[in-house]
């Protein structure tokens, strides 16, 4: 069975490496003219982590894993704790750990599982057409036939709007998000695992080491900043004059070249289906998140692994069914998964004295159920089929 998979990001990769392992001919149409991930990092939480695992490739995750830290979590901008976790527990109770790593050596590690000549690039896919017993793909070099198609096109996906016209779509939350890797970490300051936060202005700064010395770290703010990347470098730090040393320190030693900043985005409403026909969508083309709880990339990886179950032992006919059961098994997840990161999104940004509350009520949580929330990774390891494999009728 010929599956063709639409975007080779890492949702969509990760999409191949299921179909492969389930033993069927992979596609992938890349429209970039080659194969890329930007200069940032990624933090895998507990739930991606095992994910990965089913797909064979956690062990060279896992041996990223920097050593435990006892005080990540959230603090106020001058570094004082709001809410601990114990990260060395978390990965006790989640059976993984929460790792960061560079995304272009996540992105490598799922290219170099597949064969070579999987990924097809400079192959933009303008539209697709069910045909009933197969779906025929149009691109710049002519037709593609497949059995089943993934769409993995990311947060901007055409083809979500082609098949779910009636959806709203995709909207701005008016809050920009700076990401970046200080190649060290700052001499002679508190090394810091966590978010900062702060009640006057909604801002925030993440910072999470990796295994190599660099240090990936995020900002956010609401509001315009200068598109010059100098000016916004300076603008960065100026905003953030009086927090911690530690924010100060890892923005002096990033060149302003390599912050890249985007505005956070995500779906109007979760969508009514995911699957349609012979086709499903898959990571943030499915459902386009922000990235308050990390969960992006790790839904879009137990997309696949949900994808490799329901596509094992499948046949052509079977993929329509196949498909369906992707749907009732994935959506309700990703639904939540939606919903809560619209809940934490809104509490991170309150300002003023409902800020000032939201930082006492953090206080008096139990550094227990920090522990117990990180190691759920927002709801815990996804549910999995119990792998009958679909069979056609005939």
Known sequence: MHVAIIGAGLGGLAAAVAA????HLVTVLERAP????DGTGIGIMPNGVLALDALGLGGPVRAQAGPPHAGGGMRDRHGN???TADLDTVRKQAGAPLVVVRRSFLHNLLVEALA???VLT???VTSLYNAGDHVELRTGGGPVHADAVIVADGAHSRLRSALLPEHPGLAGTGEYAARAIAPTAPAGVERIVGEFVDHRTGDRFGCLPLADGGVYWYATWRGPAPADPAERHRWLRERRADWHPTVLGLIDATPAESVHVTETQQLVTPLPTLAVGRVVLLGDAGHAMTPDLGQGACQA???AVALGAVLEGATAADVPAAFREYDALRRPRTDAVQRDTRRVHR???LTGWRGRLRDALLR???SRLAVRSLAGGCGGPAPQPERRPVRSAG
């Open 116 to 118: 070579p000549a999987t």
């Open 81 to 83: 704790p709001l809410l």
């Open 364 to 366: 008096r949580v139990p």
């Open 122 to 124: 400079d192959a933009p």
């Open 301 to 303: 990886f137990e997309d």
């Open 34 to 37: 080659q194969l890329r991930e």
């Open 20 to 23: 492969d392992r389930a033993g």
């Open 347 to 349: 509490l991170l940004g």
